[in-house]
């Protein structure tokens, strides 16, 4: 598993981009070979993967949202297995 810096801002790999298909009313990560089926809470982790946005404030972003005091976990669980899957890379600011 990554060790994943919290001052790190991680940004999708060039190819790699997030889809609401309509008719499927599902979203996905396309990359060049396929897709991944995202759930909600995937898509919103991702939508903030912008490059400028540190782990940290993805983080911060996501408990208010969601009322959870202690998403960290989860969201460093998420990046790293997106980022073994070659679908993530950290920025250092």
């Not at 919290?6 to 309509?22: E, H, Q, S, T």
């Not at 540190?54 to 972003?61: A, P, R």
Request: overall charge positive; some cysteine.
């Amino acid at each position: 598993m990554n060790n994943i810096n919290l001052n790190n801002c991680p940004i999708l790999v060039k190819g790699a981009r997030l889809f609401w298909d309509d008719v499927r009313q599902q979203k996905f990560l396309l990359f060049p070979e396929g897709a991944l089926v995202l759930n909600k809470t995937a898509w919103n982790i991702l939508q903030l993967c912008d490059g400028r946005r540190t782990v940290t404030n993805i983080v911060n972003t996501l408990s208010a949202e969601y009322s959870h005091p202690n998403i960290e976990p989860d969201v460093l669980k998420l990046l790293n297995k997106l980022i073994e899957r070659g679908f993530l890379y950290l920025l250092t600011p």
